[in-house]
């Protein structure tokens, strides 16, 4: 379907499958999904012209592409078992035949006047997207989710229309008409806009994970069409409107839980939710009415007379002898064979392979890169895994944050961490020391933690003379605390240590020290 405009495939009567235990007079939300993600190809869906983001206007636009007389479509293998890979990811039944069919519409971004989609048969159906998302009262635990794919479909992008109001005119760029699209169709299945977000990041790294879309949502390359209504369990669902094209997951979030809120409220003040499409403004926070939803017979569709009926072979055995070894053949067997670990078995791995809570799996897992950057480390250092978590989802990932980095501009590679972390250790420095070692390497990406330690000398200080000094002063200094240690409250002791810590900035053994506080307060 072609961003922008209503879809044909959207669920006329819809099933929430969310069992909730909800008040029976209460409103609650359904949401359904429709996501365009755009194919990860050199070339276009029925044509050769390259695929490219930033390339000048309408410099990437076949004959074909222009709706010239006389062009064919030709389809493009990649497209198809891209689609294939990504239905078979997401456990659908693969059609072993599918149909292309025209759908009409006049756009000036759509100079044939149609649009290629799959109206009658998809090339996939059936399949079931498992998400996680973080709930509890701490916001710490996994809760985990399914929502179903009722099909995924192949078609063709539209151009696009750039706005000149200071002109009042209209420039047009084809350079993205004719780009491969998967259209996936998700289910009512979810009740709020975190939901929805939690399930469509978790598509972004199943895409990004297969290669078959970059998932890339700033540059349009995986768009978001939210179908949302409100009802009271147990009876008929009310009427949907459909918010269109939003471009992130944040923004999805608070389209949906806005457009919940807003139809409660209509129907509260005795107001008749309309069946229409609706935008999402991101500075207001507000939806916005578009038009009037229009019917499935606005389209007129018809099979596209110059594409043949799209077959998908089960393995090489069953291709026909004549067409073995043909361009445009898809056979399921090598694809599945050819599938990745997916992100739901990387986190289990995780779990299972270093004992790692699910919420650190979900952290890894979830920011790109960070897994493979947590396995180099945990290769090159004698840390436990679990002791070394913290350092790479908070203090790493936190230094990332602030610094608004990606894991691949991180200017600590994991050999320089592991380093730091082995003196850590080995007892050479302390905890608060190695933090502020990090601090140092992070500025001067070129200085590795030993010449750090050694230039500030940083080093633990693990002599007993010196420590029972500094340990004497803290005592003296705090007769308070000292009488309620005394007393039996034993959490003053972790408040005596940090100011013998802060005294030594950090550099104090904390098993000493601890040894000579408990002597000297007994």
């Known amino acids: 379907v072609q961003p922008g405009k209503p879809s044909a495939t959207s669920p006329r009567h819809w099933k929430s499958s969310d069992t909730s235990p909800t008040s029976p007079t209460r409103l609650v939300g359904v949401v359904g999904l429709e996501i365009h993600a755009q194919i990860q190809s050199n070339t276009k869906l029925f044509s050769g012209s390259k695929v490219g983001f930033s390339a000048p206007p309408n410099s990437l636009v076949s004959f074909f592409d222009a709706s010239l007389p006389g062009t064919l479509p030709v389809l493009n293998r990649r497209c198809v078992e891209a689609a294939v890979m990504t239905a078979l990811a997401l456990n659908c039944t693969i059609n072993k035949k599918s149909f292309f069919d025209r759908k009409h519409y006049f756009y000036a971004d759509l100079p044939a006047g149609y649009q290629i989609t799959q109206q009658r048969r998809a090339v996939a159906v059936d399949g079931q997207l498992a998400y996680s998302l973080l ?21 063709q992008d539209s151009g696009k229309s750039l706005h000149d109001d200071q002109r009042s005119q209209t420039l047009i760029d084809l350079n993205r008409a004719g780009v491969g699209l998967m259209e996936l169709v998700m289910e009512p299945d979810m009740s709020c806009g975190e939901q929805a977000a939690a399930a469509v990041r978790e598509l972004q790294l199943v895409l990004q994970a297969l290669g078959t879309c970059q998932g890339n949502m700033s540059e349009g390359q995986l768009r978001v069409d939210a179908n949302v209504s409100v009802h009271r369990p147990g009876e008929e669902l009310g009427v949907r409107t459909e ?92 694809l599945r064979e050819g599938l990745p670990e997916l992100p739901s078995v990387k986190r289990a791995r995780l779990v299972r392979s270093y004992g790692l809570l699910p919420e650190h799996s979900f952290t890894l897992v979830n920011e790109d890169g960070l897994m493979e950057y947590f396995e180099a480390v945990v290769k090159e250092t004698r840390k436990e895994p679990r002791k070394l978590i913290g350092w790479v989802t908070n203090e790493l990932l936190g230094h990332l944050k602030h610094h608004n980095l990606s894991v691949s501009k991180c200017p600590v590679s994991p050999s320089a961490l592991a380093e730091l972390l082995e003196l850590q250790e080995a007892g050479h420095i302390s905890s608060t020391v190695a933090k502020q070692v990090l601090g140092e390497m992070w500025r001067d990406p070129g200085r590795r933690a030993p010449e750090v330690v050694r230039e500030q000398d940083l080093g633990l200080v693990c002599d007993s003379s010196d420590l029972q000094r500094v340990c004497q002063r803290v005592l003296d200094s705090h007769p308070d605390l000292v009488r309620a240690l005394q007393e039996g409250n034993k959490k003053v002791l972790n408040r005596l240590m940090g100011l013998v810590q802060k005294e030594t900035k950090g550099r104090a053994d904390p098993v000493l020290v601890r040894s000579l506080l408990e002597e000297k307060t007994s």
């Open 135 to 155: 709930g509890g009262r701490k916001r710490n635990q996994i809760q985990s989710r399914t929502v179903r794919i009722k099909q995924i479909q192949l078609e």
């Open 243 to 334: 918010v269109k094209n939003i471009n992130s997951a944040r923004f999805l979030s608070r389209a949906i839980d806005y457009e919940i809120q807003r139809q409660i409220e209509a129907l509260g003040r005795g107001e008749a939710v309309l069946n229409e499409t609706r935008t999402y403004d991101s500075k207001s926070g507000h939806t916005i009415p578009m038009r009037d939803k229009e019917g499935l017979q606005d389209y007129r569709f018809m099979p596209e007379p110059n594409l043949p009926p799209l077959v998908v072979y089960e393995d090489r055995g069953s291709v026909p002898a004549g067409l073995l070894g043909a361009e445009g053949v898809v056979v399921l067997e090598g």
